[in-house]
């Protein structure tokens, strides 16, 4: 596999988390690779065959070759049913709905085809603007002047929404969100509604994705040597909670991910 990132343009790095790049030749022995949340928007750009996004156990769709995929509440698993050439763009939690009228509540736990966010003649002059290109910092200049034109647009965020994301970045969504409002209960409802509509997904959801993603970094690359101390380092309850809230993002229990072979790909992106 060869996975790379790149920095986005300084008008956007507020927004863009980064780019990444991912190759990988077929292989008839692949794997299922289980996707985790992260608590990120992404938009990618397919120039390889297609991928499965498998819906249960036997079924899956394929994805369109540029889409958008919304914030997950969920893992999930995907295929390549060949060569893999993927180019995307790695949205902070408050980043995409600059971009974007629909509301992001739409987009959760599904791949949106640019088409539908952009306007077809858009969206399609973009895709084939990137499939033309001739290397990925062609690409990057090519999405870069995109989506600083609908930037220029207008501003959406709104302050509540972007102090509690940035607090919950700080805190690798450790902070309860009663804490951050000082127990404020209209506030709660404002940011409740507000979070679904520029996020996609609610506080408390947005939170457990930051954490696990802290929690996978630490597992990952073996930072510390036992689930207490994990669970320690990220403010868990107690282990017990740990496991729990680490099963229902991933799937499986922290023990049952060293070595999963369904992981090789998520594990590459924490290295």
């Known amino acids: 596999m060869n996975y790379q990132t790149f920095k986005p343009h300084k008008d956007l790095e507020s927004i863009v988390k980064f780019y990444w790049t991912l190759e990988v030749p077929f292989d008839p022995k692949n794997q299922k690779q289980k996707i985790v949340p992260d608590g990120c928007i992404e938009m990618t750009f397919n120039f390889g065959d297609k991928i499965k996004r498998y819906t249960s156990e036997n ?9 958008v ?3 997950r509440t969920k893992s999930y698993h995907i ?3 060949g060569n893999v050439n993927t180019f995307a763009i790695c949205f902070y939690p408050i980043g995409f709905v600059n971009f974007v009228k629909t509301p ?24 084939q603007q990137m499939v033309q290109a001739i290397d990925t910092l062609q690409r990057i200049n090519i999405i870069e002047s995109f989506l600083l034109k609908k930037l220029n647009e207008k501003d959406t965020i709104s302050n509540i929404v972007k102090s509690t994301v940035d607090a919950l970045l700080k805190a690798n969504g450790t902070t309860p969100i009663n804490v951050i409002l000082k127990d404020n209960i ?3 409802r404002q940011l409740e509604r507000l979070f679904k509509k520029q996020i996609g997904i609610s506080p408390k959801q947005l939170g457990k994705a930051i954490r696990l993603q802290a929690t996978l970094q630490l597992l990952l690359n073996k930072k510390s ?13 107690d282990q017990n909670h740990f496991i729990k809230d680490f099963k229902d993002l991933v799937g499986i229990t922290p023990k049952e991910l ?7 790909l998520s594990a590459l992106f924490y290295k």
């Open 59 to 67: 079924d899956f769709i394929l994805h369109p070759d540029a889409m």
């Open 69 to 71: 995929m919304g914030q």
């Open 79 to 81: 295929l390549p049913v």
């Open 104 to 127: 992001l509540e739409n987009l959760v736990d599904k791949e949106t085809p640019i088409t539908e966010l952009f306007g077809q003649a858009e969206a399609i002059e973009l895709e």
């Open 186 to 188: 209209s506030k709660r």
């Open 225 to 237: 040597k036992t689930l207490t101390d994990i669970a320690y380092e990220n403010e868990y309850f």
């Open 258 to 264: 060293s070595d999963n072979e369904n992981m090789t």
